[in-house]
């Protein structure tokens, strides 16, 4: 049996911390993102935390499942009310990706 090691990592190693990986983590951190002329706040959703909620995703307009881990969009200068709720991947292709299917004036938003 090997000794546990008790010794801290130099700076030098390859050990990342936990802030060092917070992008690729579910958590519920929060960043800020230029995209469209506008400063955008972007928090990350656990799964865990959409227990019981279903948001329907602008970028796909498909249905974001309860429990998956999405990220939570809003722009700086708006209030609670202009959240969206995107799939990570729909988020990080934004760019590219627009729903397929246009609803009528009446139709609800999610």
């Given at each position: ?26 958590g519920?951190?929060q960043?800020?993102v ?10 990350h959703?656990a ?8 948001y329907?995703?602008?970028?796909c307009?498909?249905m974001i499942?309860d429990g ?5 969009v ?7 009310d202009d959240r ?14 627009t729903p ?11």
């Amino acid at each position: 049996m090997s000794p546990r090691r008790n010794r801290p990592k130099g700076s030098g190693s390859s050990g990342n911390s936990a802030e060092d990986d917070r992008s690729g983590r579910y958590g519920g951190w929060q960043t800020a993102v230029s995209w469209q002329g506008e400063e955008w706040s972007v928090r990350h959703v656990a799964g865990a935390s959409a227990q019981g909620k279903t948001y329907r995703c602008p970028g796909c307009d498909q249905m974001i499942p309860d429990g998956v881990p999405h990220v939570v969009v809003w722009p700086e200068h708006a209030g609670v009310d202009d959240r969206r709720h995107w799939h990570k991947a729909c988020w990080n292709a934004r760019d590219r990706r627009t729903p397929g299917v246009r609803r009528s004036r009446n139709a609800p938003k999610f």
